[in-house]
């Protein structure tokens, strides 16, 4: 098979949610290889790990956050395709570990102190993972302590607090400033239901994202 070929497969498996043969989802597609199998043949008949990265999974993943900006599809979908790219990344982690493909960075996580939903905290994980950044996921309820130990391991890192509840906002203010006030130079980007671009200026932050292709393309303006 070709290696266009290849990488199309990948990128229709994942854009449609197809996670591997065994998978029912979706119908139209039932018995037939998904993410897995493909991206496995894909590495097997020597097409680069970076290639299918950037050609199949990165390329999927941003019609995927496309189409879930203009409300064409929904966080189900969106998660099942997620869920695809996830699968094909299991064959590619290895060579992110060992350095032959290059990722663009690190971004930490966390949903604030006090809030335990996780939901749109992993979605964003999972995208911003399927465009080619390391993702340091720190959980739910996460305090301004466990934000700057995990910076003060990654300095150069990118940070995104998430939020869903109203009455953890002032929490997320809080983390924010403390991260500013020891971290300025560090990039921090806020999302979740309750805030928006007025809110992201009184806390200091330096982005918003309403949803996850905004904190996408906010992470790849840092190095464009």
Known sequence: MEKEELLQKILHCVENGKVNNAAPYPPNMKG????DEWTKKALEEGIGPDEILSEALIK???VV???FSEKKIFVPQMLISAKAMNAAM???KPYFQSGAVKKKGLFIIGTVAGDLHDIGKNLVGMIVEGAGWEVLDLGVDVNSRKFLDAIGSHKDAVVGLSALL???MANMKTIAQDIKQQYPEVPLIIGGAPVNENFKTEIGADGYAPDPQGAVSYLNSLIA
């Open 60 to 62: 999927a993943m941003d």
């Open 32 to 35: 037939k290889d998904g993410a």
């Open 166 to 168: 109203t009455t953890t």
């Open 65 to 67: 956050g496309k189409k």
């Open 90 to 92: 299991e064959h590619l």
